[in-house]
């Protein structure tokens, strides 16, 4: 071996010791063959957490206005139009020709190149409450509650068919695999309880078509995994396999979680792996659920008189039923509970199905805001009221279409001016026009009751600092806060 042999074979053998003994190397073929646990790892090394199941320092960043959410979310569009915001000129120019000007060039879902003709309001409305807010008679018992909404009327919206729409709505983006706000929310707080996951979701449908709704609108993203959403099953059981197997016992069940732990902290030190922890944070959460979900689904400690305010059967399945389950869990310490209804997609048949859909609604939310204000939780508790986007002023049949350009969204509880009404849509209820409200706009406005401030909170991934809010502008809505 000559002399430049001999200096290269140093040379590499120096470089192979680095790399070992560095792990450098390691940590490369794992970013090669499993890219997220290797932005993973580096998330881990540069977010600073506290005891609150690994959550940000310094948050919240200003006093908060509220502990939680509650995010009645009604899936499928409801038609701003028969709810909440009343067109007196779409019930006088019935049946005429929409005027070209609004909707020329502009994204229509399904009526691209067809005749649009106005369809009136199809049901009467009211003023309601001492505000005098306009509401439509679909509601029987949402209007006993109308002093108490915070109504805005100028919301919009990017994406005009329904995943996409819901995606961007949960996460201010169409982009998967990004991190829903449930996710950012406990992310950012933690839960209060250690019992029960900190943002869970139920479902429920009926009146009208039932898109269906993917599990990632509730998922943690790039986030550790153990920020995601957990799906409760509205009949049966909530948890599948929650309780032991027959002849386990609950000790048995601890030792072998002891001993799954035992082998994963070794796995954790030698990788430093957050989504490591996620999993042992996990298998402990689910070893405290045995014991926590019975006890939360037992409704023998409820009086037959606020069972008879949700007007349904525990258990049954309905979204009344997920109404008071989200109040006990809202007692409990979960952070972020969302509570998705299926059946507001009306593209025909709209006089009928959205007053068969409020029918289903209606009472769950109502008796939700009474129950929460007589326990003193409504101060501490956002509510959320809406859905994807709305519908539009022309008729499709005896239906409407998708409709992005402006819409409804009702918040109650906490941190809001209850009784109002905020922005407006144009005579037609087609375009937003004053005080718009972008669904970031939303996202910061909820951030900032939660004490968070939107601009600052951010997670680092693939070298790049992610906001719920993305980097495009967004304000918050300092004119409904209470």
């Known amino acids: 071996m000559n002399h430049h ?66 995010h009645l979310c009604m899936a499928g569009g409801p038609s701003h139009l028969e709810t909440f915001d009343y067109k007196p000129t779409l019930e006088k120019l019935d049946g005429q020709p929409m005027p070209a000007s609004i909707t020329a060039g502009q994204p229509i879902a399904q009526l691209q190149g067809k005749a649009l003709k106005v369809m009136g309001p199809q049901h009467p409305f009211q003023p309601r409450g001492k505000s005098g807010l306009m509401m439509s008679d679909i509601f029987e018992h949402m209007t006993g509650v109308a002093d108490e909404m915070c109504v805005i009327r100028s919301m919009h919206t990017e994406q005009i068919n329904h995943d996409p729409a819901h995606t961007f709505f949960n ?35 009926g009146g009208g078509q039932s898109q269906p ?12 995994s153990q920020y995601q959403g957990v799906q409760l099953h509205s009949t049966g059981n909530p948890v599948h396999y929650v309780r032991n197997p027959d002849g386990v016992t609950r000790q048995q069940q601890r030792d072998i979680i002891d001993t799954v732990a035992k082998i994963n902290q070794v796995r954790q030190r030698e990788l430093h792996d957050r989504e490591i922890a ?49 109040r006990r869990l809202a007692e409990r310490g979960v952070r972020f509970i969302q509570l998705y209804h299926r059946g507001w997609d009306h593209h025909g048949g ?5 007053a068969r859909t409020a029918k289903l609604v209606d009472q769950g939310t109502a008796a939700l805001i009474k129950d929460l204000k ?6 501490d508790t956002l509510i ?9 002023p022309m008729a499709q049949g005896d239906g409407r279409d998708h409709h992005i350009k402006g819409f409804t969204t009702v918040m109650m509880g906490g941190g809001v001016k209850a009784g109002t009404t905020y922005g407006a849509t144009d005579e037609f209820g087609y375009n937003a026009v004053e005080n718009k409200v972008h669904v970031r706009d939303f996202h910061a ?26 980097v495009e502008e967004a304000h918050v809505v300092k004119d409904i806060l209470a």
């Open 374 to 379: 007589q326990r003193d939780m409504l101060k």
């Open 384 to 392: 959320i009221w809406g859905g994807e986007f709305g519908r539009t």
């Open 5 to 70: 042999e001999l200096q290269r074979a140093r040379l590499e053998l120096t470089r192979r010791t680095f790399l070992r003994r560095t792990g450098i190397g390691s940590l490369a073929l794992g970013s090669l063959l499993h890219p997220e646990l290797a932005g993973s790892a580096l998330a881990s090394q540069e977010a600073e957490s506290d005891s609150r199941r690994g959550s940000p320092k310094g948050l919240p960043h200003h006093p908060p206005r509220i502990k939680r959410v509650i």
């Open 445 to 470: 406005t909820m951030l900032h009751m939660l004490g968070i401030d939107h601009n600052r909170f951010t997670y680092k991934f693939q070298g790049l600092d992610f906001r719920l809010t993305g």
């Open 350 to 354: 709209v006089k009928k199905g959205v």
């Open 213 to 224: 709704i993917s599990s990632r609108q509730w998922h943690s993203g790039f986030l550790p």
């Open 171 to 205: 996460t201010g983006t169409v982009i998967s695999g990004r991190p829903s706000m449930g996710a950012w929310v406990l992310y950012g707080l933690g839960a209060e309880t250690e019992n029960l996951p900190g943002y869970i979701v139920l479902t429920s449908e």
């Open 278 to 326: 996620s999993k042992l944070s996990s298998y402990e959460l689910a070893f405290r659920m045995q014991a926590s979900v019975p006890e939360l689904t037992d409704m023998s400690d409820e009086t037959a008189s606020i069972i008879d305010m949700y007007g349904c059967t525990p258990g049954d399945g309905s979204f009344g039923s997920n109404c008071l389950l989200a």
